[in-house]
């Protein structure tokens, strides 16, 4: 029995890599030396998996920005506004797909099936492939070369990077595995010659939803493979969920093939159990949760092991993470400062290879030899389940009656929205923005300086003071009718909850590679969620003390607190978004109680939540509507609830997003408007609605005409009445000379559309 990895994080134990790339890019850093330091961390990565004892470590998965990236430049396909002539492609024009350049607009980039890690999108319209270089080769020879590792290639394969690429239609798809196929063959072809062995082809769209058309295409695609390249044996592997249909893909033509034993909801290992597995193929049996940040029960790793032993011989197992741990942080021996029982159940990318080792090493030589490792693990686990900060009375009080937990205003829609007219009467299209102003280098620089311990307490809340002081200013003079506080007192709009609420936990050093050169670190939701003292209330109220129009409080919603943030693995995730829904409902009852009548509770994290299967989709839904429901339906009829997205892909849950029974709703829509103009010619969507007049990622100002022009399309499909006017997302990337500039040409397109839309409505 063996130990495998799939992947490693690429970003170095101190964000080397980042750092390496931003100096680059900047100029700081020369291409040989760039180059040297590169190498330097591939090869840490390497010898870290190396010394932990891993068997088979995968070669190829470490990249200059992002692997989808890295086969689309392997196989020459370069969108032509780069200039591209064919041939190996150069640094600048790599990056240049990445990040753009003053010629050509960056590539797209979107999330990794479920992940919050972004793939750059390869765009095939006028690409001609080829196979530029044979990058895997020259990662193979390296690894044997430099660390005498016998390492695994790792590629993407033909159908994932096809259904993840854009610019074809769906009548041109064979024709582009026809002319990917001999590249993919090209690439085993010279990699058996240098005597690899075994190459890891990744399939993930095998555990999406498919249709039957799909599974005969992977089948033709891997009879062609290993048709054309029969010496290099092939270990296909899939993550994320369980396989779709089990029984087609493991009578693929391949040498082994690799499931998720973790995310797949127990089917995976009922297939096994139900259809048995190939006599001749090697199972890869991700046992270790790739994406997790925590220890694992490893008695019951060995209990489903010895389940899958009655399917497989031992000597046909190779024991691996569900994925690649790509999505977790390197190392957790630097989190000294967490309290000691959440430290020790930590583990990390590190941690997770010596646990493969570990559970290889029961499975050779058995449980006994490693009993001794397993009872400190059990020891671990048990220490923080037992801690005092995963069982907080009050909450599990709370969560004991859960199922009578109000989810229902009291009042229908019609009746909240008459006493909220009466409340504040506001004019025909009301304006307002999304929640954050400018964080501009004062800002953030004061926080530093407040962090640091250079500033009191007293003096960051007063300048933080001074900031919602000025900004309430700035939108009386420009006539906005519904304020914000400005958010200037937070970093992110995640971790300033966590900070506050009782049962989160943040590390030194987790960070995760979101897109390119940019990390983040996650917070960790370890304990019983809970709110001991109120978090929004000083400032809300304070910028409502300046003005007599509505300040609207500004919350994050449940969903989106729990989908970026790491979450114990204990309890459920809609268990724990009802913890963080009882929590937030407490905060929303203090700001009414303030006096505060609009709140707002964002979400923009809502739908890249959704599970991989369709038939999942709705199960979470609903628990996850009923989460935002329960942090925001006790509220009084006259108290008005709003709620912001950051994505228009609505078609699929427009029900969920009506069911969330917000009394109004802003959207991100300038970059595809017509598509979300559709969804309102399709569904009708009763409340108030305010879909995003310009978009914020830019500082171009657009003038009032052209926002006037969104707002008229708008209005084709939605009552004037119902309509909102705002911008599409918060404003804290821009400069406050873009964000008054633009406001004001919102209010004039505005004044405009109200004269025109005044008899309608
Ligand atoms: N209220 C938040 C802000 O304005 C919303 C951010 C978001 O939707 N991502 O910054
Ligand atoms: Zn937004």
């Not at 299967?613 to 009923?626: F, G, H, M, N």
């Amino acid at each position: 029995m063996f130990s495998g990895n799939l992947g490693y994080p690429r970003i170095g134990r101190n964000r080397e890599w980042k750092k390496a790339l931003e100096r680059y890019w900047a100029g700081q850093l020369e291409e040989g030396a760039f180059h040297a330091e590169l190498k330097t961390i591939r090869l840490g990565n390497l010898k870290a998996q190396q010394e932990r004892g891993i068997d088979v470590i995968p070669v190829g998965d470490f990249t200059y920005y992002d692997h989808i990236l890295d086969l689309s430049a392997m196989f020459g396909l370069i969108p032509a506004r780069f200039g591209y002539a064919g041939g190996e492609v150069d640094q600048a024009t790599y990056y240049a797909v990445a990040r753009g350049n003053r010629e050509a607009a960056a590539s797209e980039m979107t999330k990794w099936f479920n992940t919050n890690y972004h793939y750059i999108v390869p765009e095939l319209a006028d690409a001609n492939p080829d196979l530029t270089r044979n990058r895997l080769l020259d990662a193979y020879r390296e690894a044997k070369s430099e660390l005498g590792i016998e390492g695994r290639p790792v590629l993407v394969g033909p159908y994932t990077f096809l259904k993840l690429s854009k610019g074809y239609a769906p009548n041109e798809l064979d024709g582009w595995i026809d002319r990917l196929l001999p590249l993919y063959a090209q690439v085993l072809r010279e990699l058996a010659a240098e005597g690899v062995a075994w190459v890891q082809v990744d399939e993930p769209i095998l555990a999406t939803t498919l249709a039957e058309e799909d599974l005969a295409r992977v089948a033709r695609i891997y009879e062609t493979l290993t048709r054309e390249v029969p010496d290099v044996k092939l270990m296909l592997q899939t993550y994320f969920e369980s396989v779709d249909a089990y029984e087609a893909v493991v009578s693929l033509p391949v040498h082994g093939i690799g499931l998720d034993f973790v995310h797949d909801g127990g089917r995976n290992l009922a297939a096994v159990r139900r259809h048995g597995f190939p006599s001749d193929k090697v199972l890869g049996a991700g046992l270790i949760d790739g994406r997790s940040i925590w220890k694992a029960d490893l008695q019951e790793k060995l209990i489903a092991l010895t389940a899958l032993r009655e399917w497989v011989s031992a000597d046909r197992i190779l024991i691996q993470p569900s994925s690649s741990l790509l999505h977790v942080p390197v190392s957790a021996a630097q989190e000294r400062a967490l309290q000691p029982e959440l430290r020790d159940a930590l583990a990390f990318a590190d941690e997770k290879l010596e646990e493969l080792a570990l559970l290889a090493k029961a499975g050779r030589s058995g449980t006994e030899s490693v009993a001794a490792e397993l009872s400190e693990a059990a020891r671990r686990r048990r220490a923080l389940a037992e801690s005092p900060s995963r069982q907080r009375p009050r909450v599990q009080a709370e969560m004991a009656k859960l199922s009578a937990q109000p989810d229902v205003r009291a009042d229908a829609f019609p009746v909240r929205r008459e006493a909220q007219r009466r409340r504040w009467n506001l004019p025909l299209l009301p304006t307002t923005t999304i929640g954050s102003f400018p964080q501009t280098p004062e800002v953030r620089g004061a926080r530093q300086k407040w962090r640091k311990g250079e500033w009191s307490n007293e003096a960051y809340e007063t300048f933080v003071k001074e900031q919602i002081r000025e900004w309430i200013d700035i939108q009386t003079e420009l006539g906005i009718d519904v304020f914000v506080h400005g958010e200037f007192e937070r970093n992110d709009m995640v971790e300033f909850f966590g900070e506050k609420l009782e049962g989160f936990a943040f590390t030194a050093n987790g960070w995760v590679q979101s897109y390119g050169s940019r990390c983040v670190k996650p917070p960790i939701i370890y304990g019983d969620v809970e709110l001991t003292a109120p978090m929004t209330v000083a400032e809300t109220v304070y910028a409502q003390s300046l003005t007599s129009k509505p300040v609207k409080g500004m919350l994050t919603g449940p969903i989106t607190i729990l989908n970026w943030s790491f979450v114990r693995d204990d309890k459920t995730r809609e268990e724990v978004a009802y913890q963080i829904a009882l929590a937030l409902r407490e905060e929303v009852k203090a700001l009414e109680e303030a006096g505060i009548g609009m709140i707002q509770v964002d979400e923009p994290a809502i739908r890249e939540g959704l599970p991989l299967k369709r038939e999942q989709w709705q199960p979470y839904l609903d628990w996850a509507v009923r989460a935002f429901r329960i942090s925001t339906a006790t509220v009084r009829s006259e108290t008005q609830i709003h709620t912001h997205m950051c994505y228009s892909e609505f078609h699929d849950i427009i029900d969920a997003i009506s069911a969330l029974d917000a009394d109004v709703i802003s959207i991100e829509t300038s970059r595809s408007h017509g598509e979300l103009i559709s969804v309102f010619e399709d569904h009708t969507y009763d409340k108030g609605i305010g879909l995003g007049v310009y978009d914020i990622h830019s500082p171009r100002v657009p003038d009032a005409g052209e926002m006037c022009g969104m707002i008229d399309r708008a209005l084709r499909v939605l009552d004037p009445a119902q309509f909102w006017i705002n911008p599409d997302c918060g404003l804290k990337t821009r400069k406050a000379e873009e964000t008054i500039a633009a406001l004001r040409h919102m209010v004039e397109a505005t004044e405009r559309a109200r004269e025109r839309y005044a008899v309608q409505a």
